[in-house]
């Protein structure tokens, strides 16, 4: 179980845009916005954003074929999802247990005072999009031949020793790539604080408080050098950042991929409350192509808050513990 605590980070830099803008402003639109320039002349993407969305990696079935929705289907879509993942409803279909009939839920670390998924689909070019995933076409990962069931085999845990839990578990890096790269929207604290000088790009992430460090118009690292978050190398290509990450270690590869790995970000600042993010996943061991996401970060005037993730957490003790019990109880038998 993962604990937050109220301690202010100071922050560098803070916009107070609602976060709650979902299109370009009407200025953008009338081309009267103007885009904030570092001192450097660059785009200044400094701030804090959101990327909670309930849009979902791949295209669900109910939109099969359609990369966009109206906002009917989208209301009704939204809907859905928010009752169907509401934690502390017992009636709930993703908590009732198979077989077990309603009122019985599954045991879990949170309820919904944890969850922050946002509460609408992503909106794009004034139109909300049904999958992050952009390119294939399909709105599906593709996967090379049989290489998703592994994956899926490897995304889970041994019970004995600490180190063989996931690193989300053991609060050394965020789950589900929240600190990517690709940097991915969760179940909560998807804010993120950017700052920016001309050498370096920092993302300050509150998930775990992780932060990654882009350096500019730089070199890659050696291959035997692998930091947690990949070595991230950034440049401009007009008024976008590009930036290119590989050197992944080997306990943090998107989506079970190789030491190939490479993940091409792109941040472009479409209005004043969006900056809009795109990334491209190549490895061509694990994916039969490059396939790429969209989707905005939102202006936000929440706060980055420390995330204290071991302070009072019993959760690792009782984790192995609970497998102890567990085998001591089958030799019983």
Request: proline content about 7%.
């Amino acid at each position: 179980m993962r604990f937050r605590f109220a301690g202010f980070l100071t922050l560098l830099a803070l916009l107070t845009v609602p976060a709650g803008a979902q299109t370009p402003t009407a200025a953008a639109k009338t081309n009267t916005w103007t885009i904030p320039r570092a001192p450097d002349g660059y785009p200044d993407l400094q701030g804090n954003w959101t990327n909670a969305t309930l849009t979902p990696i791949e295209r669900p079935a109910v939109f099969a074929g359609k990369a966009t929705a109206s906002d009917a289907e989208a209301e009704k879509y939204e809907k859905n999802d928010v009752k169907t993942n509401d934690i502390d409803d017992p009636e709930a279909p993703l908590l009732v247990r198979a077989g077990s009939g309603s009122g019985e839920t599954a045991v879990g670390a949170y309820n919904n005072l944890f969850i922050d998924r946002g509460s609408q689909l992503a909106r794009v070019d004034g139109v909300k999009r049904t999958s992050l995933i952009v390119d294939p076409p399909d709105g599906k990962i593709p996967y090379k031949g049989d290489r998703q069931p592994q994956v899926r085999a490897a995304q889970g845990g041994a019970f004995d020793d600490v180190k063989r839990r996931p690193l989300s578990e053991r609060c050394i890096i965020g789950f589900g790539s929240t600190g990517g790269p690709p940097m991915m929207p969760v179940l909560y604290n998807n804010n993120y604080q950017i700052v920016q000088t001309p050498e370096y790009v920092m993302i300050l992430v509150e998930m775990v408080h992780d932060a990654r460090i882009i350096r500019m118009k730089s070199t890659h690292a050696p291959k035997d050098i692998t930091p947690w978050f990949g070595d991230s190398i950034g440049h401009w290509e007009g008024d976008t950042l590009v930036v290119e990450t590989t050197n992944f270690h080997a306990g943090n590869r998107f989506r079970g991929a190789s030491e190939n790995l490479r993940v091409t970000e792109r941040f472009r600042r479409v209005d004043a409350n969006t900056i809009l993010y795109r990334a491209t996943i190549d490895d061509p061991a694990t994916f039969a192509k490059p396939w790429t996401m969209e989707y905005p970060f939102l202006a936000t005037k929440d706060n980055v808050y420390e995330y204290a993730c071991h302070e009072g957490n019993y959760a690792m003790t009782d984790i192995l513990g609970g497998a102890r019990k567990a085998e001591a109880e089958a030799t019983k038998k």
